[in-house]
């Protein structure tokens, strides 16, 4: 292999060595994000507002956390309190 061409494998590995290292970082704080909103929920329904106030989120990212988390049936809507859902924790049978 021509020492260009090698040079070119040793560049885009450490390229990638950066993303992965970004990507872990990232999940990582999600996972913390997901755990604070859970951690709320479990202490029984709340709203939007409610749980970004007690994890000091941002009432945007709390509720794209919610999405998220209803999407793969992790929480559900409740009922309306004022102009907001009531979330809830959904624990497995298992």
């Known amino acids: 292999m021509a ?13 990638r060595k950066a993303y992965i290292q970004k990507a872990k970082e990232m999940i990582k ?7 604070k909103i859970k951690e709320q929920l479990g202490e029984g329904p709340k709203t939007v507002p409610e749980i970004s106030r007690q994890t000091d989120l941002p009432t945007w990212e709390v ?15 409740g009922d309306k309190d004022g102009d907001y859902f009531k979330y809830e924790l959904i624990t497995s049978g298992t």
């Open 3 to 15: 020492a260009k061409d090698k040079d070119k494998l040793k560049q885009l590995r450490e390229e």
């Open 29 to 35: 704080e999600q996972n913390k994000i997901v755990k």
């Open 63 to 77: 509720m794209w956390f919610i999405a998220s988390m209803k999407k793969y049936g992790m929480v559900a809507e």
